[in-house]
């Protein structure tokens, strides 16, 4: 599988703040893809943790949206699993610069601010 | 359709457990954290949906597919993104082939026994499953929900 190789020199797989993302590019989800015929079962239960019903749920509540694939919602949940470590590690690196243990809501604030990115989530934390 | 409050959010455990193997071990992620993870993680599936939508349209379809969606991803820059999800979606592609596979024989099995008693042919089974896609019919295969509300 071509996916997992892109794990070595030219990893492009960076988070918002550079960082290296190779864990996920070889992914603790996809794994050694050399064994999954073994693993597959396994596999199948860690691929995804978020419930797909409850993010078609979500994406019912757009009045423009009518019809969507299995694939289309299987990404949109994936991505989504993508995006909330994304941004927990954008986070975290307010949480070392304040040398603190505890990611607080700040930190969320913060990284929201800082990432061109995430600017869809601005005010959305105002409450 | 009634929509419970709780239906809009996503799990906070499964989204704690996501953020906690993201982090160093020993970080401690305060409550109001937690819910400003879950409610941006809500606004990120709308986001992403509508800009896969738009992608549809503007392709002339009604059904958001899963090019859309990468390429929806694309468009607003989480292309770090892009190659995870190649891997899984490569995987999940098997998995549903596996399982269509197992149904598609199940049907031409049943078909066998109606063949012995109406003296029908059995006929292109497959192709009908496909020319349903083409159509971008739902069928229990593939569409697996329907947005409009009843």
Redesign the interface.
């Known amino acids: 599988m071509e996916g997992t190789e892109g794990t070595d020199n030219t990893d492009h797989t960076d988070d918002l703040a550079g960082n290296n993302w190779k864990d996920h590019a070889s992914g603790k989800e996809v794994g050694s893809a050399q064994e999954e015929t073994e693993h597959e079962e396994e596999k199948s239960e860690r691929i995804l943790r978020l419930p797909l019903a409850r993010v078609k749920h979500i994406m019912k509540i757009d009045p423009d949206v009518h019809f969507a694939s299995q694939e289309a919602v299987f990404l949109i949940t994936k991505s989504t699993e993508l995006f909330i470590e994304s941004l927990a590690k954008e986070a975290y690196t307010y949480t070392t610069q304040g040398k603190r243990r505890t990611l607080q809501k700040k930190d969320v604030d913060n990284a929201i601010e800082s990432a061109d990115c995430l600017a869809f989530l601005e005010g959305v934390l105002d409450t | 359709m009634a ?1 419970r409050l709780e ?5 906070n455990t ?2 704690t ?3 906690k ?3 160093p071990d ?5 409550k ?2 937690r ?3 879950a ?12 800009a ?2 738009l992608v549809a ?1 503007s392709n002339n379809r ?5 090019q ?3 390429q929806a ?1 694309g468009n ?6 892009l ?11 098997r ?2 082939k596996g399982k269509k596979d197992a149904s598609a024989k199940r049907k031409m099995q049943k078909e066998r026994k109606s063949e012995d008693q109406n003296g029908n042919e059995v006929g292109d089974k497959d192709n009908v499953m496909e020319a349903d896609l083409d159509n ?1 019919l ?1 069928t229990s ?9 009843q």
Request: proline letters at 3%.
């Open positions: 929509e239906d809009l959010n996503l799990p499964v989204i457990r996501i953020i193997e993201a982090l020993g970080v401690n992620i305060a109001e954290a819910t400003a993870f409610k941006s993680a809500s606004v990120y599936i709308l986001y992403i949906t509508s896969a939508s349209t009604k059904t958001i597919s899963g859309d969606v990468l991803i607003v820059e989480f292309n770090n993104f190659e995870p999800l190649q891997d899984v979606l490569e995987y999940f592609r998995m549903q971008g739902e295969s593939d569409v697996i929900y329907d947005c409009v509300d």
